[in-house]
């Protein structure tokens, strides 16, 4: 017998359509929910009551409220990963002298749980909370060389382009992926960003599973040499993700 609750799984829902884009009126959620107005209505008010969302005083439309965001930094605060890899990821920052990226699997999208900026860089817009698409980076072609229920998942659906140089026909992401499986770490060139490039290796549990991937980003010039990634970065992206799982409970086999 199904133990679910309608009303919180619609409000779930509500939340999760939300996050996909910044404004949503009550009947365009509707549409999406296939649901009178008047019970979306119902669950957008009482998700305002609790700060989960917020109206907008001129469009009268919804976004995510300021509650959700103390939930999403208790997330962090208490994530496994995220605690493990801080040391490593500064090391590696400070090895590449470019910006770190750690992620995990969230949804059949990369969810970024810590972010080193690069040591010289001006910039400071962190990516924490940030979400990628698997196909088209680094971090997320590391995690699908090495699970078959993510790249199910994206073998379902249409790959989708970013850039000129994206991969959007699957049997070549495939071969990739077998190449990343051989070699232990994956990359992506201007695939998801123009002119930046991005090396990234996976990290594994105690229980031998990949939970995550570490990666250093950058523009193409600094991250690759003739085309490819430089070989001595890729090698302290691979020891980076091999001690984070060593952090996590992971040993050699």
């Known amino acids: 017998m199904s133990a679910q609750i309608q009303s919180i799984e619609r409000a779930a829902t509500v939340l999760r359509l939300l996050t996909t884009r910044s404004r949503r009126g009550v009947a365009e959620l509707a549409n999406e929910l296939e649901l009178p107005k008047g019970t979306v209505y119902g669950i957008l008010r009482t998700l305002q009551t609790v700060g989960f969302v917020e109206q907008d005083g001129e469009s009268g439309k919804y976004q995510i409220g300021p509650a959700m965001l103390h939930i999403g930094l208790r997330y962090l605060e208490d994530n496994e990963l995220r605690l493990r890899a801080q ?49 088209a980076t680094a971090l997320g072609k590391a995690l699908l060389a090495h699970r078959g229920d993510l790249t199910a998942a994206v073998a379902q659906r249409r790959l989708a382009s970013y850039t000129s140089a994206t991969v959007t026909d699957f049997e070549t992401l495939s071969t990739q992926l077998d190449r990343i499986a051989d070699r232990g770490w994956a990359d992506d060139v201007a695939e998801f960003l123009p002119d930046v490039a991005s090396i990234a290796a996976p990290i594994e549990s105690r229980h031998r599973a990949v939970v995550g991937a570490v990666a250093i980003s950058g523009p193409v010039d600094r991250i690759c040499a003739d085309g490819s990634p430089r070989s001595q970065l890729a090698g302290y992206v691979m020891d980076s993700a091999r001690a984070i799982s060593r952090e996590l409970g992971w040993t050699p086999g």
């Open 87 to 135: 040391p490593w990821a500064t090391i590696l920052a400070g090895q590449s002298e470019e910006s770190v990226r750690i992620g995990t699997p969230h949804e059949n999208v990369i969810l970024v749980v810590h972010h080193v900026f690069r040591p010289d860089d001006s910039s400071r817009m962190s990516a924490v909370g940030g979400l990628m698409p698997l196909h």
